[in-house]
Nanobody, 115 residues
Framework: QVRVEESGGGLVQPGGSLTLSCVTS????????MGWYRQTAPGEKRELVA????????DYPNSVKGRFTISKDIAKNSVYLRMNNLRPSDTAVYYC????????WGRGTQVTVSS
């Protein structure tokens, strides 16, 4: 079973930065594309904001491109999301997920961007 645990969220002012961390299994990092999703309200669809493929290639939607960077460290069983120049519209609960694993979602970490 693939388990994930997200951390690093918090309250930040517009223009600020945060780095989110996700601890998972080595198996997940070696078998699955890892993604960061966000959900702005309960019941809303989760939006994929970054993913990193097995070969290390990455992609982002236009809404975060140039501001967010995803990375992974297999030795630490971790995936990270560096978020710069944050906007109030980035406020959401952020989740890490092994895409295609069909595993339960983690609890996520809350990011609030507000002055």
């Amino acid at each position: 079973q693939v388990r994930v645990e997200e951390s690093g969220g918090g309250l930040v002012q517009p223009g600020g930065s945060l780095t989110l961390s996700c601890v998972t299994s080595e198996r997940a990092l070696r078998l699955y594309t890892m993604g960061w999703y966000r959900q702005t309200a309960p019941g809303e669809k989760r939006e994929l904001v970054a993913h990193i493929n097995l070969d290390g290639s990455r992609d982002y939607p236009n809404s975060v491109k140039g501001r967010f960077t995803i990375s992974k460290d297999i030795a630490k069983n971790s995936v990270y999301l560096r978020m710069n120049n944050l906007r109030p519209s980035d406020t959401a609960v952020y989740y890490c997920y092994a895409i295609g694993s069909d595993e339960p979602w983690g609890r996520g970490t809350q990011v609030t961007v507000s002055s």
